[in-house]
């Protein structure tokens, strides 16, 4: 059969493998045949993929192997998501490696180490309930387990399981397992022997079995050293082993048995299955005949077939030696499976490429996964949520609007020379401009202008960075740009291409710049279909910004003018602060008499009790403004719901007009608890990211009680109940965001009227005169109280300790960022810092949940601090007794100068070397930190590193050396500067090595 032709883009790869170990990726890369990047990667990978590929060609197919970070499904799962981004078309994903067998499989077949499971489906045998006494059930509904293996998963695994396909898959095995094993370590891997094939009996442990050797393990517990030990070191009793049908009589045979295939059910889960014990209860219960620990991530996104070799029995007498042999093993099924797997072909048209009649029915053709792609490139995450979340405008108003005159002369394009299409809609904080422009946005959409591009985007003060810039502005117009019109589309694929071509490792984004003259040459086209743009919130992007936005918004509609192209803006804002263009179409909402008669509609439909006399006072009042009017007759509601129509009046006769004292007057009532209300007020003013409803429930309880956390009970506490507990603590002030994930101020005004004059400070005078500082140390110590009420070593399934403890993963990722920001203001980190040195355990108890929740494995506090940019937490924690620049730990960067590089501060980087940070210190994943600088491509630090001595021709890490770093990314300016170095021109001062530069 002649070999398929190479691919001529990502799209055309259908078969995926990924290994969770270097040892499996070893044995499969050995199975190629070809490798499609042997001269360079040529496919590259979409924008925010992080995960290493290897391509080439196996058993005539194109495959991509993808290199995992590490073990767990977390890990697998990250990576099959990055997978599918930057692979679209794979159709089949093997995930091959090693796993630990139960020794007597289904229908008692024997299993034996060296023998090959083939998945038929997977079950997460550690996701379910821990009840008191170790009690653990696990979670069994049709929602909580893994979906079966999909329809052309159980096609193939019944095709591979007739008496035919079975013998000549395990003959293609043999074959291979011995092709491959010659290729494998240094000099070729052997099967290990079958002395060392030891089962020994279920509750027999693996420890200190001589008396006084140990009291743990007398105990009946097994200690660290027992763990690291081997069964001979412990004199573990060979009488307790079990004999094996398969294995040869003769002692410690080296021809191996040939390995068999088993399919069946596969248990997975985070947890190392290491008792002979629990092995034998799980596998009874669920029917599994091996246990790994990556199939759950990668099981719902891809179609799936587990391969793994089998290296141990899944007991405490487990070790490392049969690895290599195991994972050749399962490389060598996965080729023999490949031989097996059918290529679907389409019927042969004229005029199309052999790569294009293999393509499946449903794959994208490669403009359009291009396309898809460069929209992911200008998406971010909530590009749409503040659309989302604002109140559907209330039954019969907002009508009016569209009956204006200066919105009939908006649409109509009417008198374009005095106003460029350019309306702008301006009111009072709370008047309801953004009720009023998505009403406006959809009426576009379904009737006046249905057939034109309507492109809307909505500030958002409160959200993530990109919410609330233009940038996000301009990304998310031009992403609903090139979505509805080709002609648009196609001239930014001209820019994207040129991007992937300028950055071939996917480290780039779009700038404001760019954009910006984009959608200035797009309005000076003629499109087929006239363009609408509508935005809202302009003052959300702050002072600074809103006049350069409206200046290019201006710009815009110029060039359509001159253009004759047919282009309209809707704009709104507040009336600060003041901004203008020279031509526009004004509305003021609170002026409007129609939105006066909206305000008298939604009092008739929502005020219990209502008179006349109370709506004409409400009227008079409300001066336009639609919020005060939805918080007063809640208010007024609540005092008639207690019973007496005089309180209604007494209360409205109180009120005032004014919003602000509004949200004043709420505040004031029924202060019984006001250190909960005040912290709930910090909370959604000063978290790092929108908090969610259970993780501020749970801040609160920390940071009013300081009691011990138990794990998260829903059939105790539910989600009505969380809510109510917010909404009283919060007096009413805060809202859940649509879909009701993350929590929010019912209107941003609450912001200013928190943060402006005083007013956080005069709820709470022990914020003193820096309200900002102290209420981020504060909620720092909510984190700090809440992670360290936890206990080492932790459970590493993330999902479990996220659903047991839903505030952790806030507290652990963001401690230090309040830690940061209260340093920055003004308040003192320094006993924190100093009480990290003094008690090592804090530290490592605050890094081991700092990397449960994060993708960075920090190796202590230090490494954290240097990878976040946190400078002035560094600055304080140098001056603290016991601090160590130079500290060395387990983890993926080693040192603090590497995590720096990692994070790409610069400043961290010199302040670090200025410390007497070791610019040679060798460790981490880079080996060292000009490896790190360079294969991150931050040419600027590899110039910082050289002037204070950095060793260029230093061995080791992953890529090597710096050069080969800089290579592998294709980093030609820091392959060049490295290039300067000359060991015989110049030597720095303070070189800690022999290395000579010239810069």
């Not at 079990?242 to 985070?270: C, M, Q």
């Not at 008047?431 to 309507?454: D, E, I, N, P």
Request: glycine fraction near 6%.
């Amino acid at each position: 059969m002649a070999h398929p032709e190479q691919p001529r883009s990502r799209a055309d790869f259908e078969i995926a493998i990924i290994c969770a170990l270097p040892t499996e990726a070893n044995a499969v890369e050995a199975a190629f045949d070809k490798y499609w990047d042997d001269d360079g990667d040529k496919y590259g990978k979409f924008t925010t993929d992080v995960n290493e590929y290897t391509t080439g060609l196996i058993s005539n197919h194109n495959v991509v192997l993808a290199h995992m970070p590490g073990m767990g499904k977390k890990n697998a799962a990250n990576v099959a998501a990055n997978f599918r981004s930057s692979f679209p078309g794979i159709k089949l994903a093997l995930l091959v490696g090693i796993c630990g067998g139960v020794p007597d499989g289904q229908d008692r077949a024997e299993i034996v180490l060296g023998d090959v499971i083939i998945s038929d489906g997977v079950v997460e045998f550690d996701f379910g309930r821990r009840f008191p006494g170790s009690h653990f059930i696990r979670k069994d509904t049709s929602t909580d387990n893994l979906s079966p293996p999909r329809a052309e998963i159980r096609a193939m695994l019944a095709k591979l399981q007739s008496q035919r396909n079975k013998k000549r898959l395990h003959d293609k095995l043999a074959v291979n397992i011995d092709a491959l094993c010659p290729k494998l370590g240094t000099g070729g891997i052997k099967y290990p022997g079958t002395g060392l094939d030891q089962l020994y009996q279920p509750a027999y442990r693996h420890q200190h079995h001589k008396t006084g050797d140990c009291e743990i393990c007398e105990g009946g517990s097994i200690c660290s050293a027992a763990q690291k030990a081997s069964c001979k070191q412990l004199g573990c009793d060979p009488t307790r082993l079990v004999a094996r049908k398969r294995l040869p009589v003769a002692k410690n045979a080296t021809r191996a048995p040939p390995p068999e295939i088993h399919f069946g059910r596969i248990a997975t889960g985070d947890t190392v299955m290491k008792s002979g014990e629990d092995r034998d209860i799980i596998a009874k219960e669920e029917g599994v005949i091996a246990f790994e620990m990556e199939s759950a991530g990668i099981w719902e996104t891809f179609p799936c077939l587990v391969i793994k070799g089998v290296c141990d029995y899944a007991d405490s007498h487990k070790n490392k030696l049969w690895q290599p042999y195991a994972a050749a093993a399962a490389a060598a099924c996965m080729k023999a499976l490949l031989d097996l797997w059918t290529v679907v072909d389409k019927p042969a048209n004229s005029g199309t490429t052999n790569m294009e009649r293999v393509r499946p029915a449903f794959l994208p053709m490669p403009r359009e996964i291009e396309k898809a792609d460069c929209g992911r490139s200008l998406s971010f995450r909530n590009i749409d949520a503040r659309h989302q979340d604002i109140s559907v405008a209330h039954r019969s108003t907002c009508k009016w609007f569209l009956e204006t005159k200066a919105f009939q002369q908006w649409r109509d394009h009417d008198d374009l020379p005095t106003n460029n299409g350019v309306l702008w809609i301006k009111g009072k904080p709370g008047a309801g401009k953004s009720t009023l422009m998505k009403y406006t946005l959809k009426q576009a959409r379904q009737a006046f202008f249905k057939g034109h591009v309507t492109a809307a985007y909505f500030f958002n003060a409160r959200g993530t960075d990109l919410e609330k810039t233009p940038l996000g502005m301009l990304r998310s117009l031009v992403y609903q740009l090139i979505d509805q019109d080709d002609d648009s589309c196609n001239r930014l694929l001209v820019l994207f291409r040129d991007k992937l071509k300028k950055h071939p490792q996917g480290q780039w984004d779009w700038r404001r710049g760019e954009l910006e003259e984009y959608l200035l040459l797009e309005a000076s086209r003629t499109h087929k279909k006239p363009i609408m743009f509508l935005i809202d919130a302009l003052d959300e992007c702050g002072e600074k910004e809103v006049q350069k936005v409206v200046s290019f918004l201006e710009a815009l509609s110029i060039e359509a003018v001159q253009a004759s192209a047919d282009l309209r803006i809707c704009l709104s804002s507040r009336h600060y602060p003041t901004v203008s263009m020279r031509k526009s179409l004004e509305l003021i909402v609170e002026q409007m008499q129609e939105h006066e008669e909206d305000i008298q509609t939604y009092i008739r439909d929502r005020l219990i009790g209502r008179t006349q006399e109370i709506e004409d006072q409400l009227l008079n009042k409300a001066s336009g403004i639609f919020m005060w009017v939805v918080l007063v007759v809640a208010m007024l509601n609540q005092a008639f719901s207690h019973g007496k129509l005089e309180a209604m009046q007494t209360l409205l006769k109180e009120l005032p007009p004014d919003l602000e004292q509004v949200f004043q007057t709420l505040l004031n009532r029924d202060m019984a608890n006001k250190d909960e209300t005040i912290l709930t007020l910090q909370w959604i003013l000063f978290c790092k990211r929108q908090i969610q409803p259970v993780e501020l429930f749970s801040a609160i309880l920390v940071g009013t009680t300081r009691q011990h956390l138990d794990p998260w009970d829903t059939s105790k506490i539910n989600s009505d109940t969380v809510s109510r507990r917010i909404i009283h603590s919060s007096k009413g002030l805060v809202e859940q965001r649509q879909g009701g994930t993350t929590l929010q101020f019912i209107h941003l005004s609450i912001n200013d009227f928190l943060l402006r004059n005083q007013r956080l400070r005069t709820l709470d005078p022990k914020l003193r005169d820096n309200p900002v500082g102290t209420s981020h140390d504060y909620l720092r110590r909510c984190c700090f109280a809440y992670v360290m009420s936890m206990k080492l070593p932790i459970q590493k399934d993330y999902h479990v300790v996220r659903r047991s403890y839903p505030f952790l993963p806030y507290a652990a990722k963001y401690i230090f960022y309040h830690a940061e920001t209260a340093q920055a203001s003004g308040v003192s980190q320094r006993k924190f810092l100093q009480a990290l040195l003094k008690q090592p355990e804090m530290d490592r108890i605050l890094t081991a949940f700092y990397r449960l929740f994060t993708d960075h494995r920090c190796g202590d506090v230090l490494q954290i601090l240097s990878l976040d940019g946190s400078i002035d937490l560094v600055r304080v924690f140098s001056s603290c007794k016991g601090f160590d620049v130079n500290s060395q730990h387990d983890g993926y960067y080693g040192n603090a100068l590497q995590a720096a590089i990692a994070g790409g501060h610069t400043k961290m980087v010199q302040l670090l070397l200025d410390l007497g940070a070791d610019v040679n210190a060798k460790g981490g994943k880079y080996g060292f930190a000009l490896q790190a600088a360079a294969w991150h491509g931050k040419k600027e630090i590899v110039r910082i590193l050289l002037r204070h001595g950095a060793n260029v021709h230093a061995q080791g890490g992953r890529y090597g050396n710096a050069r080969r770093a800089a290579e592998k990314v294709g980093s030609t300016s820091i392959m060049k500067l490295l290039d300067t170095v000359d060991d015989a021109k110049v030597k720095p001062k303070n070189a800690k090595s022999s290395s000579c530069v010239i810069l």
